[in-house]
């Protein structure tokens, strides 16, 4: 999509991009993602707290899936954090849901910290499942068809989310060389109205 695509349909693009990554085109596959993954991860933390049985697993078995579910890796996370690795997975699913339907389509420009924060609910997690598959083959050995799914999803949601996050510090960065003041870029980022912002907005809507 071009810039003046973007623009004749409500959504000025968001540089270094040309289309508008806070549209809900771009927000909503990212929601559906989080929301799988979100029920995907509470189905593996009710058999963690035994409140089912072994998840379903055509690939690899749910015998597989249980032992990597009760591994001692698994306990170890759980020892840490005081809730199953599931559970908080699901959390942080959750997160991402709320944080993908939360704001406008402008939210990059005018909600920078909710964007933010919103890379730091996606990113993170998508390493931290990386690891864990990792950690499935070597020291379980074992595999779980379900986990494995919440990590693909976790990989797909970094890839999906990152540009956004990245068209957020751009215009901050922009703003910061526009007003060559970090108080203005400050209240820019908490979402307050300055002079520098809307004159950074002004350049960004030009086609």
Known sequence: MTRRTAMRLGEPAAPPFRYNPSSWRCRVPIVVLAGIAFLISVRLAFYQ???????????FGSESSATVLDSEVSQ?????????????????????????????????????????????????????????????GTLVGAWCLLCLATAAVSLALVAFAWDEV?????????????????????????????????RVALATASP
Do not use: C, H, K
């Open 49 to 59: 707290w035994r409140l089912a049985g072994p998840p379903w697993d055509p690939v």
């Open 76 to 136: 170890q996370m759980r020892g840490w954090i005081g809730v199953p690795d599931a559970a908080l997975g699901a959390i942080a699913y959750l997160g991402d849901v709320i944080f993908g339907l939360a704001g406008s389509t402008r939210r990059w420009q005018y909600r920078p910290w909710l964007v933010v924060l919103f890379g730091i609910d996606v990113i993170p997690l998508g390493i931290v499942s990386v690891v864990l598959v990792g950690l499935q």
């Open 166 to 198: 990245w068209a957020s510090l751009s215009f901050l960065r922009r703003a910061r060389r526009e007003s060559r003041s970090w108080r203005t870029t400050w209240n820019l980022f908490w979402g307050r109205r300055e002079a520098a912002g809307a």
